[in-house]
């Protein structure tokens, strides 16, 4: 290892290109800070070159390289950037910009100069012209908008390429890539500083752009330091952004995959378009909150491919260590990087799958629903480990799925705590990992049965049926938790004889006996004022033998006897009427569960826990629980 001061003018005056590896992330840098406080240095020390007083360098910061061994001798040299390539781009679109601002103004000598430090001479003898002309080339998702700001040769053209646009009934327009706005940027203050210079002083404007363009060949440099033959690059960029950088923890895996990808003489562009370029949007960018920390949508699919593989736990903070050791352990996981990252794919794709499941228009039988209305994602490991990793047929697959499907939604019915389920369903990844196919089932079953306690237990149908009949379930399950168990019990009331009819989107939960019963609903022959309802311990005189009567019907009209689906334009027509107006509306109704009504000529809490029964019973055959 090397290091050297290196002035902007050695850096960039020479046939050379620094290559922005793919493990690095894309240009952030932005405005506040970055932009503007170097901005604000450049003017300063031009401002000394016009007042012909001299002035220390200013050191940019490190630039960590490591030089390829050219592929042919027409190969213009090239360095990879270990560290240090938003401060490169960033210089270099200072530089573009003053290029043009010299050649809109037909500063000839410092559009000449200045075109040197961006563009690479000889382009006819080159290999590959169209990538080895420019000085710096940035990753692929900034590739070709850095080309089109370097190949445009004014801000005008810029703007032209890449013009503002304004979306309907939006006060601010859509952001232009932040390449483009770090280029008008410069643009604009490079501008304002010449003209403001030159009127002050009364200087010519090119003589005073001179003294810029001076500063920044003299007044600037980089510590360049080179990586010798014998370097670890990785491990050299992982010290250097492990600690203490704004880098998360799938930028810092991105940039162990793809070191082992310039090691294996791979070809990184391949790689990226072929599995990492599909990462880089925004939806895998979406940041989510897991325990008071956020983290990004790729960062817990990260996790999770790591918890699925391992059968361990892993702290969200250290993914990128964890999967270096994992991956790096003997024997070898893959054969090769390519590998690895379509295994990766596959999992990120079922992981997708389950992110997006709560906003898609799935059946209540789709597991994929079920975690999403349950808020279950922390299954996701041991999901992801049985569909893809376990070598599962389609029938053993769905058997092992419907195990699960009972464990979670047993245990939501029934208001077991969900805090340890991170450990539990990894844990069960390590007990079934090395299982064969055939035995997975089972194995699977004997796992999730084993627990005890309210953390763990697998709810027996006693138990089931219980909560069922007494739980207030709708005062603490979400509302799509609650319709999931209501189609549940929909679907499986149909038969081979009755119509194919799809439960439509806007299916709403509803009430028999309503939550606001004061008005229609008389409690054993007397009318009970709505404050009452509401506070039973306002039950005095007359009505203080009633008080705890209020307290057992307001619990049981939240229990799942008293609860069923309409669809929206039904619902408010029955809301809070009495029972005689909710028949002739639930007779529009074609569905199984409402039909049930037709034969109740009343309604009160027996009726409620006796339809309770029923429904228990129908669960429990719908969510089986393996004898032990």
């Known amino acids: 290892m090397q290091a050297n001061p290196r002035s902007l003018d050695a850096l960039f005056n020479s046939q050379l290109r620094y290559v922005v590896p793919m493990f690095q992330r894309h240009y952030v840098w932005q405005e506040m800070p970055q932009w503007t406080t170097l901005w604000e240095d450049v003017a300063e020390k031009a401002k000394l070159q016009l007042e012909n007083r001299t002035s220390n360098a200013h050191y940019l910061g490190a630039l960590i390289i490591e030089g390829v061994r050219p592929q042919s001798p027409r190969e213009v040299k090239r360095f990879l950037i270990i560290d240090g390539q938003q401060r490169l781009t960033t210089l270099q679109l200072m530089l573009c910009a003053y290029r043009d601002v010299a050649r809109l103004n037909e500063w000839k000598t410092l559009d000449r100069t200045t ?11 080159m290999e590959f012209p169209d990538e080895e002309r420019f000085k710096v080339w940035p990753t692929a998702l900034n590739r070709v908008v850095f080309k089109d700001i370097v190949s445009a040769g004014s801000k005008a053209d810029v703007e032209a390429r890449y013009p503002l646009i304004r979306r309907p009934r939006k006060r601010q327009p859509e952001p232009r890539p932040n390449l483009v706005e770090a280029y008008l940027f410069f643009a604009r203050k490079l501008t304002e500083w010449i003209t403001d210079i030159s009127s002050a002083t009364g200087r010519t404007m090119e003589d005073c752009a001179f003294n810029l363009l001076q500063a920044l060949q003299q007044d600037f440099s980089v510590v360049e330091i080179s990586l010798s033959e014998g370097d670890d690059s990785q491990e050299i960029f992982y010290s250097l952004n492990s600690q203490g950088r704004a880098l998360s923890q799938s930028d810092l895996l991105r940039s162990l995959i793809f070191m082992r990808a310039e090691k294996e003489k791979v070809d990184r562009d391949v790689l990226f378009a072929d599995y990492w370029g599909q990462f880089e949007t925004a939806f895998w960018s979406a940041e989510t909150k897991r325990g008071g920390r956020t983290y990004s949508r790729l960062d817990l699919a990260l996790r999770f491919f790591l918890m699925a593989k391992t059968g361990d736990l892993v702290d969200a903070r250290r993914v990128n260590e964890e999967y270096r050791r994992w991956v790096s352990a003997s024997p070898p996981k893959y054969a090769n990087v390519a590998h690895e990252l379509a295994d990766f794919s596959r999992h990120a794709v079922a992981y997708r799958r389950y992110a997006e499941g709560g906003g898609q228009p799935l059946p209540s039988t789709d597991l994929v629903r079920v975690l999403a209305d349950l808020d279950v994602s922390t299954a996701l490991p041991l999901v992801l480990h049985l569909e893809l990793d376990a070598g599962l047929d389609s029938v053993q697959l769905s058997e092992c799925f419907a195990i699960v499907e009972s464990f979670v939604c047993r245990r939501g019915v029934t208001g077991e705590e969900t805090k340890e389920y991170n450990k539990l369903f990894v844990e069960v990844v390590g007990a079934i990992r090395d299982v064969p196919p055939d035995g997975v089932r089972k194995a699977l079953a004997n796992k999730l049965l084993s627990g005890g306690g309210a953390t763990r237990q697998w709810p027996t149908d006693e138990q089931l049926i219980e909560a069922v009949i007494s739980r207030p379930v709708s005062l603490y399950l979400r509302t799509p938790a609650l319709r999931l168990i209501l189609e549940r019990l929909e679907v499986e009331q149909r038969t081979k004889k009755s119509e194919q009819v799809d439960i439509a989107a806007n299916l709403q939960v509803e009430h028999v006996l309503p939550q606001a019963w004061a008005a229609h609903w008389p409690l054993n022959g007397v009318s009970i004022p709505a404050e009452m309802v509401s506070a039973p311990y306002l039950a005095v005189g007359s009505f203080a033998p009633l008080a705890d ?13 008293n609860l069923t689906l309409l669809n929206g334009y039904l619902n408010p027509a029955a809301s809070n009427a009495e029972y005689t107006t909710k028949l002739r509306e639930y007779k529009h109704s074609v569905l199984r569960l409402n039909r049930y009504f037709e034969s109740q000529d009343a309604w009160d809490e ?10 228990a019973r129908a669960l429990c055959a719908i969510w089986r629980r393996p004898s032990a």
Request: glycine fraction near 6%; proline fraction near 0%.
């Open 115 to 125: 075109s040197r430090y961006l563009e690479n001479s000889d382009i006819d003898v």
């Open 549 to 561: 009567s209020i307290r057992a019907r307001n619990n049981r009209l939240h229990t799942v006897g």
């Open 606 to 615: 027996a009726a409620i826990e006796k339809r309770g029964r029923t429904l």
